[in-house]
């Protein structure tokens, strides 16, 4: 598959209302520059990031799931891969739910009155494309990306525009003032999932180039524009809702069909890449666990969990960075060869990862130091070398 067939998913993935409401939150919460800086510095995070685990889906041709097989053992890959899939199926629920309550205010309907049904049907809806595959989320994505990126533009442009220019749109204060290092936690959480399971996508890439630009403009580029899209609007117009942004402009129907559009190129590559970790663990072909996914999704999106989106980032920024970065040493510098022997468990990568999590946290939500996510992926790699050297593979 060539580089920019690649890009276009890992875009379609990115674009969805979720990155741009915590753009918003980011922006109601630090001055105009240092919200651009955060997300800009959060987003390089998870781009560099994904680079070496995309590379490695490249080379491989195998998944994220089956990659943490060869460096947490058989059965200690079955935790990892639990805890990638929940983390899918749940943001899966938040972009449902997101997108049901947007589409509330978009119709005028009174807040919550579409949930429950709302969860459900679109988020059975949203599943289809992946029910094809990976040739149904590249088709599906070569469509709508450059739609979605030239109505928002546009979008945002006039809306900076109204508020006076870019100079006073930078220059608003914050409304609900938070930390710069949560925000950067935000802004690596809101994707770190996704840049964890770029192999799902690069094992498909035609070289090693093409999943290198995926990754560093993907998620790079892409990211830091659409988060921050989130964070002007919310300078410019007071919301981070670019779709209710749209609608108060004037384009209520083509903001509700990039609400629908970005919403299920974001929530049907979440499904793809649940199936593929779940079916890893119980052994069951990926269109079992589609469904499942859709249900529970569905059940997520119903009770309301998008309404704890920062509490989710948060969650999501703590376990899942170290993986990849044990991932990456593992397959780039402690052992090369591509035919390794498997193990039932791999204890260094397990106590890697556990310890990595609890340096986390308390550097960042107890001592104040760093931020969430950057901690965890640094600690994890290098906690996994340090292991390595000492005792070897066991």
């Given amino acids: 598959m060539r580089w920019y067939a690649t890009l276009a998913v890992v875009l379609a993935w990115v674009i969805n209302p979720a990155p741009a409401l915590t753009g918003g939150m980011i922006g109601a919460g630090l001055s105009g520059s240092a919200a651009l800086l955060a997300i800009a510095l959060g987003s390089l995070v998870v781009a560099l990031y994904s680079v070496p685990i995309g590379i490695a889906g490249c080379q491989t041709g195998l998944s994220t799931a089956l990659l943490s097989r060869r460096v947490f053992g058989q059965r200690g890959s079955d935790i990892v891969a639990f805890f990638m899939g929940a983390a899918n199926v749940i943001f899966y629920g938040v972009v449902v739910g997101i997108f049901v309550a947007t589409l509330e205010a978009v119709l005028g309907a009174s807040p919550g009155s579409m949930m429950v049904w709302g969860g459900v049907l679109f988020a059975i809806a949203m599943a289809s494309s992946a029910f094809f595959g990976y040739r149904g989320l590249q088709i599906l994505s070569n469509v709508t990306v450059p739609f979605f990126l030239l109505v928002l533009i546009i979008s945002v442009t006039r809306a900076v525009g109204d508020a006076g220019g870019w100079a006073k749109t930078l220059a608003v204060q914050p409304t609900s003032p938070i930390a710069f290092g949560s925000a950067v936690t935000a802004a690596i959480g809101i994707f770190v999932v996704g840049a964890t399971l770029i192999a799902d996508v690069t094992r498909y890439a035609r070289d090693n180039a093409s999943s290198l630009i995926a990754s560093l403009v993907g998620f790079g580029a892409g990211l830091t524009f659409f988060v921050g899209l989130g964070a002007i609007g919310a300078k410019a117009a007071g919301s981070g809702d670019l779709i209710q942004l749209m609608v108060s402009q004037g384009w209520l129907w083509i903001g509700a069909l990039v609400l629908l559009l970005s919403s299920w190129t974001s929530g049907d590559n979440n499904i793809y ?19 499942v996914t859709v249900i529970v999704g569905a059940v997520v999106a119903a009770t309301g969990a998008y309404q704890n989106l920062l509490a989710y980032l948060g ?13 990456a040493i593992d397959y780039f510098i402690v052992r090369r060869e591509a035919e390794a022997e498997e193990q039932e468990y791999n204890t260094g990568a397990l106590v890697a990862w556990a310890l990595a999590m609890l340096i986390d946290y308390v550097a960042a939500f107890r001592m104040g130091i760093g931020a969430s996510g950057l901690n965890g992926l640094i600690a994890g790699g290098a906690l996994y070398y340090a292991w390595h050297a000492l005792f070897g593979r066991r």
């Fill in 273 to 291: 890449s649940a199936g593929l970790a779940l079916a890893k663990i119980f052994n069951r072909p990926k269109r079992t666990f589609t469904i």
């Fill in 315 to 327: 969650f999501i920024a703590l376990t899942i960075p170290p993986v990849g970065s044990i991932i």
